[in-house]
Antibody, heavy 117, light 107 residues
Framework: QVQLQESGPGLVKPSETLSLTCTVS??????????WGWIRQPPGKGLEWLGS???????FYNPSLNSRVTISVDTSKNHFSLRLRSVTAADTAVYFC?????????WGQGTLVTVSS | EIVLTQSPGTLSLSPGERATLSCRAS???????LAWYKQKPGQTPQLLVY???NRAAGIPDRFSGSGSGTDFTLTINRLEPEDFAVYYC????????FGQGTKVEMK
C-alpha cells in the first residue's frame, strides 16, 4: 500500500522560502507512470494544485505560482520536495503531497504551514 | 485553464434523501478526466469517482458519477450520516484544477 508523508517546518517567516518534503513508502518513485505533486488548502477554503513532477524529473506548475514554486524529486531517497519562495500570509495552508495520474490518490495526511513573523 | 463551477454551494438534506451535485466546466474536459472527492473537517480528501463515472476502490455503490463534455454530476443515493461533508470536483486537461466545493449538510 502506497503511503505519503509530508515533513518540514510548520512556521515560516514572510518573504522567506517554504520547504517541504514528501517521503513515499510502499512504492518506488522511479520507474512508475505516475506524477508526484503538491496541493494546498488555506484554512476554511478549497483545494489548489501547486505543481507536480514526473518520475523522470520533469516538473509542471500551476501558472498562478509558476515563478515562485519549484518541485524536485530525489529517487535515491524516494522522496520529492516543494519549495515556495517569497511567501506571504496568503500562503498559510495545509499542504498535501499526492501521487496522481489524471486524479489524485493517495494523499498524504497534510501538514499545516503558517506564514507569520 | 479550465474553470470548474460547482452548484449548489450548500445542499441541506436529511439522511435517506438523494443528493445531486453539479460540476460545470468552462470548456470541454478531455477524455472525461473528471474526478470527485469527499472531505470531512480535519480530514484528507478521499477519491470517490474518477473518469467521470468510475467508482474508486471501496466506495459504496450509492455514489455514482455521470456526465461528459462540460457538465458532470455526482449523485449520492440514500444519504448516510457519514456522507455529510464537502465534495469537490477536479479535472485534468493541460493542468489540474478543482471546483470550489459543495457542502452537503444535514437539515
Amino acid at each position: 500500500q502506497v503511503q505519503l508523508q509530508e515533513s518540514g517546518p510548520g512556521l515560516v517567516k514572510p518573504s522567506e522560502t517554504l520547504s517541504l518534503t514528501c517521503t513515499v513508502s510502499g512504492a518506488s518513485i522511479s520507474g512508475t507512470t505516475f506524477y508526484w505533486g503538491w496541493i494546498r488548502q488555506p484554512p476554511g477554503k478549497g483545494l489548489e494544485w501547486l505543481g507536480s513532477v514526473y518520475s523522470s524529473g520533469n516538473p509542471f506548475y500551476n501558472p498562478s505560482l509558476n515563478s515562485r514554486v519549484t518541485i524536485s524529486v530525489d529517487t535515491s531517497k524516494n522522496h520529492f520536495s516543494l519549495r515556495l519562495r517569497s511567501v506571504t500570509a496568503a500562503d498559510t495552508a495545509v499542504y498535501f503531497c499526492v501521487r496522481h495520474a489524471s486524479w489524485f490518490d493517495p494523499w498524504g495526511q497534510g501538514t499545516l504551514v503558517t506564514v507569520s513573523s | 485553464e479550465i474553470v470548474l463551477t460547482q452548484s449548489p454551494g450548500t445542499l441541506s438534506l436529511s439522511p435517506g434523501e438523494r443528493a445531486t451535485l453539479s460540476c460545470r466546466a468552462s470548456q470541454s474536459v478531455s477524455n472525461n478526466y473528471l474526478a470527485w472527492y469527499k472531505q470531512k473537517p480535519g480530514q484528507t480528501p478521499q477519491l470517490l469517482v474518477y473518469g467521470a463515472s468510475n467508482r474508486a476502490a471501496g466506495i459504496p455503490d450509492r455514489f455514482s458519477g455521470s456526465g461528459s463534455g462540460t457538465d458532470f454530476t455526482l449523485t449520492i443515493n440514500r444519504l448516510e450520516p457519514e456522507d455529510f461533508a464537502v465534495y469537490y470536483c477536479q479535472q485534468f486537461g493541460s493542468s489540474w484544477t478543482f471546483g470550489q466545493g459543495t457542502k452537503v449538510e444535514m437539515k
